[in-house]
């Protein structure tokens, strides 16, 4: 049954975005970043840097539109250069499936943004003062099929369910939280939500793969509406692949919004234990798991992290479901053709990560000395979200600055490649920035030591060993 503090909660307002919870669309142009060398587009003149602004007359909302062109025929394209437009004509007899341009962006009518009030967005718990783009609330659809987010589909209508199908928009990726059409819009703070269930239905119908996730609050989704969702789901396996349940992120700028509970650990263990008894029972009945609990579940009640076989290819890594059974699957395959060390450590290492972390570093760190590689863990408490939240993606470099500050760094520090912004830089490069703004270069500075960013999987890891034991760097 829905919480009655939670449907208080929705009549009185609480849950709407705060102040800097941005809601808007952020425009994405077809820029030309490529062309194929000797290919149509740049045998019409097209250049790196134009951007498409039609084509045979009609400007394309996103990728999708362009990617249906038939370019088969005699076509026109308007471009802009540096503020000046363009046209570029094709003959018939020049047109072909694909005129060599690659594009960034392709997103012209702009990313979608998010409807609802989530009593649990993570976006209304960020402090202000950072950077813009980390408060706009992505909810796009085509988005989820180029890149993999996780969408509400509470801003697509039956239009746009038949588009993905007609352009075969495979996998979908689907924020759910319920299959109870009240409880969740009470959840969204969106009392208009369409019914998740039979938009998922009808997407399974047209052969489109869907993949769920359920953020679970306290006392809300969880129990019985957990396991009505998760039964809801499997019965449209295969098209639904799965489904991964996480706890609510809570940070500590929550003032003015819902009253979330958090989930203490003995609560945590009694939500592995209900999935996994919802495991025993989509095994038995549609041959798979079917639903995964993220790895902060496991960190916060203490219990042991699954086997790799347990995640069944690791479908949902991405989403934080395996990372920990992943990372010492591929550590230890990467060691396995390396030589041990009968002299002792040959190499003193550190490594910074988040309280979720440590644990799984340790263990790690004991392979590595097989090797004839020493490495110390620094669990780093975050200062700036509240110590509520544990994962390294979220470490700040003024916390790290603060936690290592006088330590015995040993021949260099590793700090996990996701706490720095995804902008393409080099990983040496001292520009790369966390969230708080810190620099590479500034941590380098403040700690007077080597600081490599590392990627986070096992093998990064081992690789980057094997590196520096070979004096390589």
Not at 275 to 285: E, G, V, Y
């Amino acid at each position: 049954m829905m919480s009655d503090r939670l449907v208080e909660g929705i009549a009185k307002g609480e849950g709407e975005p705060g102040p800097s919870a941005a809601t808007g669309r952020a425009t994405r142009h077809f820029t030309v970043t490529g062309l194929e060398a000797g290919g149509l587009a740049e045998a019409l003149g097209v250049r790196v840097g134009d951007v498409l602004l039609s084509v045979n007359g009609s400007r394309p909302k996103d990728i999708f539109d362009y990617g249906i062109v038939d370019f088969r025929d005699a076509f026109s394209l308007e471009l802009d250069r540096d503020g000046s437009r363009y046209a570029v004509d094709a003959p018939p007899d020049a047109g072909r499936d694909d005129v060599g341009i690659s594009f960034s962006g392709g997103m012209e009518d702009g990313e979608r943004g998010c409807r609802n009030a989530c009593i649990f967005c993570f976006v209304d718990q960020l402090p202000g003062g950072m950077r813009e783009s980390l408060y706009f609330k992505d909810d796009d659809v085509r988005l989820s099929f180029l890149e993999g987010n996780y969408v509400t589909l509470t801003n697509v209508d039956d239009a746009e369910l038949d588009r993905i199908a007609r352009l075969r928009m495979s996998p979908i990726n689907v924020s759910v939280h319920s299959t109870d059409l009240g409880l969740r819009r009470a959840m969204m703070g969106n009392a208009a939500a369409p019914d998740v269930a039979a938009q998922i239905k009808r997407l399974c119908s047209a052969e489109i793969t869907v993949n769920c996730q359920i953020i679970l609050c306290k006392g809300i989704n969880d129990g019985d509406a957990l396991r009505r969702t998760v039964d809801d789901l499997a019965a449209m396996h295969p098209g639904v692949g799965g489904v991964s349940v996480a706890p609510a992120g809570i940070t500590r700028f929550r003032d003015g919004l819902y009253g979330l509970g958090r989930y203490d650990f003995m609560e945590c263990a009694g939500v592995l234990r209900a999935i996994k008894a919802m495991q025993k029972k989509c095994l038995r009945r549609i041959g798979t798991r079917f639903v995964f609990p993220a790895d902060e579940w496991f960190y916060a009640s203490g219990m042991p992290y699954p086997r790799a076989k347990a995640y069944e290819g690791f479908a949902m890594l991405d989403n934080g479901v395996g990372m920990a059974a992943s990372f010492l699957h591929d550590l230890r395959a990467a060691l396995a053709g390396m030589g041990g060390s009968a002299y002792g450590p040959a190499l003193r290492l550190s490594a910074a990560c988040g309280m979720a972390a440590a644990p799984l570093l340790r263990k790690a760190a004991a392979l590595l000395r097989r090797i004839g590689a020493e490495l110390t863990v620094y669990p780093v408490a975050n200062a700036f979200f509240g110590e509520t939240v544990t994962v390294s993606g979220l470490m700040t470099g003024g916390d790290i600055m603060n936690t290592l500050s006088g330590a015995d760094l040993g021949d260099g520090l590793l700090l996990p490649m996701a706490a720095f912004r995804a902008d393409g830089l080099d990983p040496d490069d001292d520009g790369k920035v966390m969230l708080d703004g810190t620099t590479l270069g500034a941590i380098r500075g403040a700690l007077a030591c080597r600081v490599d960013v590392v990627g986070c999987g096992g093998g990064d890891l081992a690789r980057h060993v094997r590196m520096r034991l070979k004096g390589g760097g």
